[in-house]
RNA sequence: GGGACCGUAGCUCAAUGGUUAGAGCAGGGGACUCAUAAUCCCUUGGUUGCAGGUUCGAAUCCUGCCGGUCCUACCA
């Protein structure tokens, strides 16, 4: 231990959405860990900041009219805001977009040059120049230059699978303005990250610093191939920082993004009189970064890369969690499971997603599942039924009396549960969390054992008992008092309540070994609530209206009666061009009913359906539908398709036509449906 | 189709290659009445996805299937 300190980062939330429970998976996997590090005596710096930059925030902030610094400060705070209504503890919460974030981008920037990890690249790319912009490949449409299809991303075909630049396609249309871009050179910077090939191979395969899940899949998806170079320019104009030797081009935002965990530090040391040396150029501090398992690429090949080329510590470790699903499926907005921190807060308490969470996290990458049954249960089984069933059960009658003067014989029970202490701290430290909450909460079966045998409401009725009921309750809330220690990390709330119960303040891990005597009892309150069903239910159902509720940047905007739409949809599929009503006529859209529903079994995605558009007039149409809706719930309903679409062979099938829907895909897919009345075979005017 | 991870009681999960595979919750039976209908005792529940193999010994290691999740190829 000695010397050794701890720098521990959370993956940095991005200022274009507001913290929903999938984040929190991570904030308090990694708050509790932090917690569990200084209740030890460990001196831990935990630091965070929020990720600012890219064209996707400087889209927004146009269409919002505003300047981007505006938008991300609002973002900010409103991410700040959850995260304290989370207990989440940072020592030092700061932006991407700081002074300096800019100065350590160019001191590391300036070390890449060194090592002469830079090349240099002319880029064809498209401009748009109503938008005055450079595009990025998913902001490009047009024909593909190999089959001829049109409508395709500026990567890759969704037809022929072929991958080209943006510049190949043929009619290309920018989705941002519908303007026609115009090709235009410019100057890119790359990172060579191949030339790290070696040093990247023995770090992530040393069996140190990842996870072997992790491990083996670099290994087989990177490593085993020359690793790509890493484009970090985006040409003016971009929000971000300006490349100094580079006129007109900004580091992408993935460059500046992680270094934001040093300049977080950095902000962090100048408020506390400390070295940045110390902290981030010292052998004896660990850096832990806390990341999902989507950023995996970043933090574990680039990162690490970047990190050993200029000069800094590398990461002890990078743990990586899995994502989060409700229910056992994917968080959804239509059915109200992707709930936004700020909506949880309005219904529950912090503290039952905390425990639950805690009570569900192990070290590996598996996703968890938030049940909401099994929520509601383990919560008011573990945390009221056992832990704090047993201050209720004794607080009370001591409450005159306080605490005995010398700890009485409990048959070695609290020896017994402090013990317990080092494998439960081990578990913490391995980041066993469910393990740790399994432990305690049989210490706490054993304590509530002990009541049940020692009877203290019989002794209360015998006035020559009295002395034994102190001693009774004695033992009892001491052993509440070690489970409120050990659950510290998780429930800090509950260990303030705790201390003011028993008037000694919870302030280590170490209480947990020597009993509490002589002390006053305050007057017992409850110290949490039971989760009422009921409140679960509104805050799902308060979710699902929440798709509609103003976004991001209004967010101290109450949820109002009258539905105010978001504009992320549209920002996530801006409009397309201009087009006349000759064009839309060219589109002949139908009303179909489905007569037959069939299921493709090797298809992930598709559904094979047979419409009838009236009389004998049938066709197939297959429709990426299948994780939406069931073949019960298609059987028979009308549809709307687009029914003179040039016919498409697909692997299972000629298809015929297209079903309209709209929604991102997958489990977000919604069919348009007609008002009743319509008859197949009618056109869409 | 390719790759990564996983499959243990109704549910969520334990179990360094080593007794008869265990907990919690749920279910069933009883007890208690201090406690937020909380708690305590007893109890039902398993071909460890399937089939082989290695081994004195396999939930664990190997191979092949089946099924699931994720990444990636088909949401005309």
Request: with cysteine.
């Amino acid at each position: 231990m000695s010397d050794r300190q701890l720098l521990v980062t959370a993956a940095l939330p991005y200022a274009n959405g507001h913290i929903h429970l999938g984040h929190l998976v991570e904030y308090i996997q990694t708050d509790i860990w932090v917690r569990f590090q200084k209740l030890r005596g460990r001196k831990c710096v935990f630091v965070c900041a929020d990720d600012t930059h890219g064209t996707a925030i400087m889209i927004r902030a146009r269409h919002e009219g505003r300047p981007e610094s505006e938008l991300i400060a609002d973002m900010q705070a409103a991410h700040e805001r959850d995260f304290r209504g989370f207990d989440i503890e940072f020592d030092h919460y700061g932006s991407t977009n700081s002074e300096e974030n800019y100065e350590l981008c160019k001191d590391i920037w300036s070390s890449l040059r060194q090592a002469n990890l830079i090349a240099e690249k002319d880029v064809e790319q498209l401009f748009d120049p109503v938008a005055g912009t450079f595009l990025a490949d998913r902001f490009v449409k047009g024909t593909c230059p190999h089959c001829k299809t049109p409508d395709q991303y500026g990567d890759n075909c969704s037809k022929c699978g072929e991958t080209y630049a943006p510049t190949d396609l043929i009619d290309p249309v920018s989705t941002l303005s519908g303007a026609t871009p115009v090709t235009k050179s410019a100057n890119h910077l790359f990172v060579q990250l191949e030339k790290q090939h070696e040093f990247l191979e023995q770090w992530t395969q040393s069996g140190e610093h990842l996870q072997t899940e992790v491990a083996n899949y670099l290994k087989g998806h990177f490593l085993g191939n020359p690793l790509r170079d890493w484009d970090v320019s985006r040409p003016d104009p971009y929000f971000g920082f300006a490349i100094p030797d580079s006129p007109n081009n900004y580091w992408y935002v993935w460059f500046d993004a992680p270094i934001g965990y040093i300049a977080s530090t950095w902000q962090w040391c100048k408020k506390n009189n400390e070295s940045l040396a110390d902290w981030w150029k010292n052998d004896q501090t660990e850096i832990h970064h806390f990341i999902g398992k989507d950023i995996t690429y970043f933090h574990t090949l680039f990162w690490p890369g970047v990190l050993k080329a200029a000069g800094y510590s590398l990461p002890k470790f990078v743990h990586i969690h899995g994502f989060l699903t409700v229910d056992g499926e994917k968080m959804s907005k239509s059915k109200g499971t992707q709930v936004q921190a700020s909506t949880y807060l309005k219904h529950l308490d912090p503290a039952f997603l905390r425990y639950f969470y805690a009570s569900k996290l192990g070290p590996k990458l598996d996703d968890i599942d938030l049940n909401i049954t099994e929520f509601i249960n383990k919560v008011n089984s573990d945390l009221v039924g056992k832990v704090v069933n047993l201050a209720s059960r004794s607080a009370r009658f001591v409450e005159t009396t306080g605490l005995a003067v010398e700890y009485p014989h409990d048959g070695g029970l609290f020896s017994t549960a402090a013990i317990a202490g080092e494998r439960i701290a081990q578990a913490y430290d391995e980041l066993d969390y469910a393990r740790a909450m399994r432990i305690i909460m049989e210490l706490a079966d054993q304590a509530n054992a002990y009541v049940e045998n020692t009877a203290p409401w019989t002794l209360k009725k015998d006035p020559t008992q009295h002395v034994r009921l102190q001693e009774v309750c004695t033992v009892v809330l001491n052993l509440f008092r070690q489970l409120c220690i050990y659950l510290t990390p998780v429930l800090p709330r509950l260990a303030n309540q705790c201390g003011q119960l028993l008037n000694a303040n919870i302030s280590s891990w170490s209480d947990s070994q020597t009993p509490l005597v002589g002390t006053t009892v305050s007057k017992f309150e409850h110290l949490l609530q039971r989760i009422a069903p009921e409140k679960v239910h509104a805050m799902i159902e308060e979710s699902k209206e929440s798709t509609q509720e103003p976004a991001a940047t209004t967010p101290t905007v109450e949820a109002s009666a009258t539905p105010v739409d978001s504009g992320d949809a549209l920002l996530q599929e801006p409009l397309a061009p201009t087009c006349t009503i000759e064009d839309f006529t060219k589109v002949d859209l139908r009303v179909a009913r489905i007569i037959k529903a069939e299921e493709v079994p090797e298809a992930k995605k598709l559904v094979k359906l047979t419409v009838s558009l009236g009389g004998d007039n049938t066709r197939t149409v297959f429709a990426g539908i299948k994780a939406a809706y069931s073949i019960e719930q298609l059987q028979g309903r009308l549809v709307v398709i687009v029914a003179n679409l040039l016919p498409r062979q697909m692997k299972f099938g000629l298809s015929e036509g297209m079903v309209t829907a709209a929604g991102p895909g997958g489990t977000e897919v919604f069919l348009l449906g007609i008002d009743s009345g319509a008859v197949p075979g009618q056109r869409v005017h």
